[in-house]
């Protein structure tokens, strides 16, 4: 039953060919890169990942406790989360992996983070229920930026790959709002042959793709295949662009995005307060004609402050330079 159900939802996941998106299945795939005969994931790493190594066996492909829809609990505090029964088995810096399986992959959660303390304590809560249902190996990295300069969130990203890089292998890596919380948890956080858009269908777009080419949110990436684009720009400083260039690296190093369906890839995103908009993100988008080679993590400056492992994750402080003055970008108000 479980099998059929999980053959099911994967006939169901989308290909995105850099090309427009219609919710019409364009080629039936497997997550993870195809199962074997035996049920084995043929993709990546193999993932013997636990600290029970070689004694306990493989978790099944498709984890058991998977709930289907699950409600978002908005308003939890830090202090909640920590409180709850979802703190059983996690180590000092938000580690976690199954006791009774090996999990099948390595995910680390990689978090942009400031001025949101009121929706950190959900998003933790959230997602370590959600992770933990699906027995992955994973940990939960909060990367602060240190100031008040302009947000820049793909700094934050490469940042966070990196330090958790450290620390690591993982096999891959989901590059994550804060305020977006997965709403069923058969979208999978298994890594892919191709990157992944998880973000499809989100409530402050009325669960529906913001345009074909949507790379925000939510997205999960493997080892190479950041690597292979470079990370993320450096260059966006402000509200907004740094998603739409990544899906640019993807396209010129002939990659494809893949998506669930929006049934399944499903998010209700958490309010907040306006942030500054980048107007000037659409030409920087526009020039990138191939510079992802020289503009990313070959070119990541940043001073890490302070590493806290806090009981539900790791919180990285870092400095990541300054905007200098971008007389382009202004401020204007955008809400979730
Ligand atoms: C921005 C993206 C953003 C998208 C959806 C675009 O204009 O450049 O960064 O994800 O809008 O809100």
Request: some cysteine; charged content about 25%; aromatic content about 12%.
């Amino acid at each position: 039953m479980l099998m059929a159900t999980f053959l099911l939802f994967s006939y169901c996941l989308i290909v995105v060919k850099n090309k427009a998106y219609h919710g019409e299945l364009e080629t039936p795939g497997i997550l993870g890169g195809g199962l074997d005969h035996e049920g084995n994931v043929a993709f990546g790493r193999e993932s013997h990942v636990s600290d029970d190594k070689g004694q306990v066996p493989i978790c099944p492909p498709v984890p058991p406790d998977l709930r289907g829809r699950i409600n978002v609990l908005e308003n939890v505090t830090v202090e909640e989360a920590e409180s709850t029964g979802v703190t059983e088995g996690v180590k000092q810096g938000g580690f976690w992996w199954p006791s009774h399986c090996q999990a099948r992959w390595r995910v680390a959660i990689i978090v942009p983070y400031r001025n949101r303390a009121s929706q950190l304590g959900s998003f933790l809560h959230h997602m370590h229920n959600f992770l933990q249902r699906q027995e992955l190996n994973y940990s939960i990295y909060v990367i602060e930026q240190e100031g008040d300069d302009l947000f820049n969130r793909a700094r934050l990203l490469n940042v966070g790959y990196s330090e958790a890089q450290r620390e690591g292998p993982w096999d891959c890596f989901a590059f994550h709002d804060i305020d977006m919380l997965p709403e069923d948890d058969r979208h999978l956080y298994h890594c892919s042959p191709q990157p992944r858009h998880l973000a499809v269908a989100t409530s402050n777009h009325k669960y529906k793709l913001v345009y074909d080419r949507y790379f925000g949110g939510a997205c999960l990436m493997t080892d190479k295949q950041i690597k292979a684009v470079n990370g993320w720009s450096n260059r966006y400083w402000g509200w907004g662009g740094e998603d739409d260039d990544m899906w640019r690296r993807i396209a010129f190093e002939d990659m494809h995005v893949w998506r669930y369906p929006g049934k399944l890839a499903r998010y209700k995103t958490i309010k907040h307060r306006p942030q500054v908009l980048n107007k000037n993100r659409f030409e920087i988008v526009s020039r990138n004609t191939g510079r992802y080679t020289h503009d990313g993590l070959n070119s990541l400056n940043y001073t890490v402050r302070n590493i806290t492992r806090k009981l539900l994750y790791t919180h990285i402080l870092a400095n990541i330079g300054s905007s200098r003055k971008i007389a382009s970008s202004s401020v204007r108000h955008r809400k979730r």
